[in-house]
């Protein structure tokens, strides 16, 4: 803990107690994260605080017996420290990245970013220090997909799909929009899958509100991966090893001068594209059916590159 | 921090914040409790720790002399605009937005400084409302050990050391930001004597800092300078793509082809930040994608392929 912590706190909690008269001391412990027995502490402090002079009208007052005997706090005499103390440069650079994020998936015509730019102006944005980026979507679809989670409103969503050919569609239910390493998802049931999905919102191409609304299915789950039970585990060469940093994982070993990486599978054709990507780095595949597509699928590949007949 | 001294460094800001002319160190010693005691020396000493902590917490204490002129005894006072968080109005859709960035960080000293945050808002009178259900979920985890200490760094701008491919590097950080999940620490490298990108992951030696805070500059143009981080492309290639295939080629540009392409497929110029990237999304797609030119890297897909293949 930082050496100013409690002093962070006290210049806070003056301006908080003095303006709730009679607030009980748990209350008080939730909205500053720590305990009551801090908090008395902290009280204990600031009884023999206030103007400079010494004389007993001059010191904050609240009678600690009373807020140990009771559990509430009447603090007053404390109109020298009405305000709280100004956001510190680590928390507005905290708060402000986050909100920044909150816009970024929200959409920039709501609340967040009018939020955001009061925050901003009322604590200095300076020079962002922290910053996450978010690969792009269209703002349009989002403030479809938006429009129709409030209203419960079954959307037609069209997209591509990794691998494959051409685009999909789909009617979803559309529940939550979800920011996972930079990519915002969509979480929504599938109506033709009859389960919960997770599609990017970079490889929609369009969202369609139906006629329909949908009653809500209860949370979709949290997990990343969570309807997926397959897995694969592919031996690779050292020099491929960003394979493992750079995809969910969940199982990593040295085998040797090799790495042995496993994989949850989202779906077959992501595991054989992955398998074309590493080239003759891959040493081994646990499930041969898949080492089969992927060579039949470079030398279907390969057949593009040969001499055109004369 | 000790009850004692928390006692002295609120009753030494009041002091100095409810003062209209500069006080000398002499006033300060005769008013402020805490310093009465004190004998000459250690008073001299806990004074100038005292206002270190207040400036650590981002409270400026403003140095002056009353009288402009006759060489007065310098005098320390707090400008209240300086110290107070201003009165912001946020609605209640604003206060939703608010509570839904006090969920974005996960497990990292961007949580507790976020915490911090809303406790100053809360005392000022603001409560970010976490009752409505939120359609956004927007997440940001840190995994990277090295983070907080880096985040310190920046925000109080102290120099650092770490290890990065088994050398020591010198940095002057600046901002910390994250791409597809990844955490990079952008600065002045001091070797170098340029502005460079770390990925925190590929840190060799943990991260220590290095001297005082408030030890240089951030340029105003760091923002600007951090989007070289967005990828630039430097490889260029045309290349045959079946049409509405998901890939991740990013801006594709339609172009004449003289030659004969497979039905199906269409004719791009595409972009990405290295050539053996291109030659790598080639392969991923198959016989989806045809490399057409240039010549070299045409070869390099067949190689690729060929490791692939049976």
């Not at chain 1, 803990?1 to 301006?15: D, F, K």
């Not at chain 1, 901003?120 to 938006?146: F, Q």
Request: proline share 5%; charged share 25%; net charge negative.
């Amino acid at each position: 803990m930082r050496s100013g912590t409690q002093l962070t706190r006290l210049l806070r909690l003056v301006p908080f107690l003095s303006t709730r008269p009679g607030v009980e001391v748990s209350s008080v412990a939730k909205a500053f994260g720590v305990t009551e027995a801090q908090i008395i502490r902290d009280l204990e402090v600031l009884q023999f605080c206030g103007l400079p002079g010494g004389y007993v009208d001059d010191l904050f007052d609240v009678d600690l017996e009373s807020v140990r005997d009771e559990g509430r706090i009447d603090f007053r005499n404390a109109e020298v420290l009405s305000r709280p103390l100004r956001l510190r440069p680590e928390e507005a650079a905290s708060l402000l990245a986050a909100l920044r994020l909150v816009v970024d998936l929200a959409g920039d015509s709501d609340a967040a970013s009018s939020a955001y730019a009061k925050l901003s102006a009322a604590v200095g944005s300076g020079n962002e220090r922290l910053k996450v980026s978010v690969v792009p979507s269209d703002p349009g679809h989002r403030a479809a997909l938006t429009e129709a989670m409030s209203g419960s409103v079954v959307v037609r969503l069209t997209y591509h799909r990794p691998g494959t050919d051409g685009e999909s569609n789909a009617d979803v239910e559309p529940v939550r929009l979800r920011l996972v390493d930079g990519y915002s998802y969509l979480d929504a049931w599938s109506r033709p899958r009859q389960a919960w999905r997770s599609y990017r919102l970079d490889r929609i191409t369009a969202v369609t509100p139906l006629e329909e609304t949908f009653t809500t299915r209860g949370d979709p789950p949290t997990g990343w991966f969570d309807d997926v039970a397959e897995q694969l585990t592919i031996t690779v060469r050292r020099e491929a090893g960003w394979v493992a940093e750079y995809y969910p994982t969940t199982h990593v070993e040295a085998e040797g001068g090799n790495l042995s990486v496993t994989f949850p599978v989202a779906s077959r054709e992501w595991t054989v594209a992955l398998l074309l990507r590493l080239g003759d780095a891959v040493v081994a595949v646990s499930d041969p059916e898949v080492a089969e597509a992927a060579r039949a699928r470079a030398d279907e590949a390969l057949f593009n590159y040969q001499p055109a007949v004369e | 921090m000790t009850q004692r001294k928390s006692e002295r460094l609120v009753n030494l800001l009041i002091a100095l914040l409810s003062t209209r002319r500069f006080l000398t160190r002499h006033e300060l010693r005769r008013i402020v409790e805490g310093y009465r005691d004190s004998a000459d020396a250690a008073f001299e000493r806990q004074f100038e720790r005292d206002k270190e902590e207040l400036r650590a917490l981002g409270i400026e204490v403003e140095t002056g002399s009353n009288d402009r002129f006759f060489e007065d005894e310098e005098g320390y006072r707090i400008n209240r605009a300086d110290f107070e968080l201003p009165e912001i109005a946020f609605t209640s859709a604003e206060l939703s937005a608010l509570a839904l960035a006090g969920q974005v960080w996960q497990d990292s000293v961007a949580a507790d400084h976020t915490a911090q945050a809303f406790e100053a808002l809360k005392a000022g009178g603001a409560a970010p409302d976490p009752s409505l259900v939120p359609t956004v979920r927007p997440q940001v985890s840190v995994s990277e050990p090295d983070f907080d200490v880096l985040y310190d760094a920046v925000v109080r701008r102290v120099e650092v050391e770490f290890g990065y491919g088994g050398e020591t590097r010198r940095l002057q950080p600046w901002q910390l930001l994250q791409r597809r999940g990844r955490w990079y620490v952008f600065g002045l490298d001091l070797e170098r004597q340029a502005d460079r990108f770390f990925k925190l992951t590929r840190f060799t030696a943990p991260a220590k800092q290095r001297g005082k805070a408030g030890a240089y500059q951030v340029p105003a143009d760091a923002n600007m300078l951090a989007q070289r981080l967005e990828p630039v492309n430097d490889a260029v290639a045309v290349v045959a793509l079946r049409t509405g295939i998901a890939h991740n080629f990013g801006e594709t540009e339609p172009v004449e082809w003289d030659g004969v392409v497979p039905d199906g497929l269409a004719v791009y110029r595409v972009g990405l930040a290295t050539a053996a990237a291109i030659v790598t999304e080639v392969a991923a797609a198959g016989p989806d994608a045809i490399l057409l030119a240039p010549e070299d890297l045409r070869a390099q897909v067949v190689e690729h392929l060929r490791g692939v293949a049976s």
